[in-house]
T-cell receptor
């Protein structure tokens, strides 16, 4: 089956610094990837849709300048949390549809736990 | 507005008992509904989708448009079914976006 990886699996950073999270589709190409945020024991909240070769589409209430998304290639999307604050601490998950564009079955990465101190 | 509601945060049953995890949705378009499962320390994975009308690991779910529900059922729960279950709605605007419910933790006791 299709596999999506994320790196790092966990990261601790100091308040005010930036941290980059990578999402890769390992055995398929993805023109679209999705970024979610998950608080402890809560649901996944869609943050943005990452589009290869064009700008990301952000959900209402998500700060574009804070959560920078770059879809550099058909197998890689990155989420950079800029000037991180403790309230940005969360579990970040990406997903990618395996075939046929955004409507295909989505495969999820294992997630990245971000802790901002 | 689109919304998915899972009213139970935790459902605890004994092994062999029937299970029903509730899911209701709100969407003005034609819904595509899914159940995802997340086992302990594992990633989210698709369990089943309404368009395939299949049974996976003994679970079934029927879309009821009149009641705007997509409840997940299994006649006899197993301990290995213990996990977090999410109901999700995919918007049919071809964006691929998924709207998730709050999730229900299923605990199957021996």
């Amino acid at each position: 089956g299709a596999v999506v990886s994320q790196h790092p699996s966990w990261v601790i950073c100091k308040s005010g610094t930036s941290v980059k999270i990578e999402c890769r589709s390992l055995d398929f190409q993805a023109t679209t990837m999705f970024w979610y945020r998950q608080f402890p024991k809560q649901s996944l909240m869609l943050m943005a849709t990452s589009n290869e070769g064009s700008k990301a589409t952000y959900e209402q209430g998500v700060e574009k300048d804070k959560f920078l998304i770059n879809h550099a290639s058909l197998t890689l999307s990155t989420l950079t949390v800029t000037s991180a604050h403790p309230e940005d601490s969360s579990f970040y998950i990406c997903s990618a549809p395996a075939a046929g564009g955004p409507g295909g079955e989505q495969y999820f990465g294992p997630g990245t736990r971000l802790t901002v101190t | 507005a689109q919304r998915v509601t899972q009213p139970e945060k935790l459902l605890s049953v004994f092994k062999g008992a029937p299970v029903e995890l509730k899911c209701n949705y709100s969407y003005s378009g034609s819904p595509e509904l899914f159940w995802y499962v997340q086992y302990s320390r594992q990633r989210l994975q698709l369990l089943l989708r309404h368009i395939s009308r299949e049974s996976i690991k003994g679970f079934t779910a029927d879309l009821n448009k009149g009641e705007t529900s997509f409840h997940l059922k299994k006649p006899f729960a197993q301990e290995e079914d213990s996990a977090m279950y999410y109901c999700a709605l995919r918007l049919t605007s071809n964006t691929g976006k998924l709207i998730f419910g709050q999730g229900t933790t299923l605990q199957v006791k021996p």
